[in-house]
């Protein structure tokens, strides 16, 4: 390799519409950042399914982990270029509860009473998972802990921190942001940003969550 080679920085990923590179999470937390007992805490799978789940942190730790590095892209534009994350797929636990048909939508419920909803189709895309791990280590309280979901293809809102409960259910239902216009689904590639918007013509004022 020749020296000019060599000062050639490496290729970064192409960035979805409107997004830049940031050089660390910003912490939003829009309802506070509460304190989680994690030996209290547990993670249910409920709504639309055959059979009701619960799962305490160590039993999902227990459970086939996906890791991976890809980016996180707030929804007020600043992007994190390929952090490593480690969780259960959200199929895999859907595949064991059983998910009848007429589930539409999930809704992440959150310790705090946030809440977000995504379409079926979203959650359960093959690299959508409940992160518990980031970078090496378990989520910071500030990053969510114990757990999150994480939906690469989603701006972060829809990562609801402090995750309780996933919930299938038949129809739309808002969640905390889209009551202020946020978009139902959240594509970053498709720059879906606010209700009825796209592209040029998201506005202005916009909160996220990291």
Request: charged share 25%; glycine share 8%; aromatic share 14%.
């Amino acid at each position: 390799m020749s020296a000019t080679q060599a000062t050639i920085p490496p290729a970064r990923d192409p960035l979805p519409p409107g997004q830049v590179w940031g050089r660390k999470f910003v912490i939003y937390a829009a309802l506070g950042i509460p304190k989680v007992d994690v030996k209290g805490w547990k993670l249910k799978v409920s709504g639309l399914v055959e059979k009701p789940l619960e799962f305490t942190y160590d039993e999902l730790l227990a459970l086939p982990i996906k890791q991976y590095s890809k980016s996180f892209y707030c929804v007020t534009k600043w992007s994190i270029e390929k952090p490593m994350w480690e969780g259960v797929p959200i199929k895999l636990l859907a595949d064991r509860a059983q998910v009848k048909p007429e589930a539409t939508w999930v809704m992440y419920r959150c310790y705090e009473g946030y809440t977000a909803p995504v379409p079926v189709e979203d959650a359960l895309r093959d690299d959508s998972i409940v992160a518990l791990r980031l970078n090496g280590k378990p989520l910071l309280p500030e990053q969510g802990f114990p757990a999150r979901p994480f939906m690469p293809d989603l701006y972060g809102w829809k990562s609801a921190k402090w995750l309780t409960e996933i919930e299938f259910i038949p129809k739309y239902e808002d969640g905390y942001w889209e009551m202020y216009g946020y978009h139902e689904r959240g594509n970053v590639w498709e720059e879906e940003r606010f209700k009825g918007h796209s592209g040029k013509n998201w506005l202005k004022r916009a909160f996220g969550t990291a």
